[in-house]
């Protein structure tokens, strides 16, 4: 009879010697807690994504609401109201403003210059007042001697500079005249030739009312 040829370690070479090691009890246990350690890790993933999913969905259901789109995808043109007008605040007119014109000093040298107190007073009754544009293009001081005009702070364009006049109310801007003479084209003051002695009339006026116009004051340059 032929003997079993058996390797060095003493493990019979054959069939037997290919089959897997069966797993314990113990092992079979281990293996069985992992899988269900597997499993709840899985089940509460999908949970926590789909809560996410869900809230984030309410989230910006509620944005849309608080904006007021609701179900509305798109609106029109049409479907937009109108402004509300909140206030009935009008321009100013010359029946509700009144000019004023001070003099720092009756006269000033040659080559001098002279300040105005240039003030623009509100003389209506309303409350909720009215508009009126205070700056050199629009509130004007004018020197003039007879018929000739000498000197106009409107020459130079300004920025406009709206004035909410009510009860009340009144507005004082400086004006400085230089002593001297414009022209038709607004030029650096520097080079604009000084009036000699003489006697001249400053007068401040509104552009858009030219009758509204403070008393006229006679200033004496020597």
Known sequence: MAQRVQRKSGRPV?????????????QRAIYRRRRIVVGLTVIVVLAL??????????????VGDALGYGERVALSRDSVPDPIKTNDITD???????LTLTPA??????????????????TGTSKAGCL????????VLTITSGNQTIWRSDVCESDSR??????GDSDKQTITWNAD???TKCVADAEL??????????????KDFPKTVSDPVTITVQ
């Open 105 to 122: 000093s009756q006269s000033v040298a040659v080559g001098g210059s002279l300040d105005f107190t240039a003030t623009i007073t509100y």
């Open 162 to 167: 709206m004035l909410l006049m009510a009860k």
């Open 92 to 98: 100013c007119s010359s029946a509700n403003v009144e």
């Open 193 to 206: 030739p000084r009036v000699n002695a003489g006697t001249y009339t400053a007068q401040l006026s509104l």
């Open 49 to 62: 994504v789909s809560f996410c999913v869900y809230s984030l969905g309410r989230g910006l259901g509620a």
């Open 181 to 183: 003479s414009t022209g």
């Open 14 to 26: 054959g069939a037997g010697a290919s089959k897997r090691r069966k797993p314990s009890k113990k």
């Open 132 to 139: 009126i544009d205070g700056s050199d293009s629009s509130r």
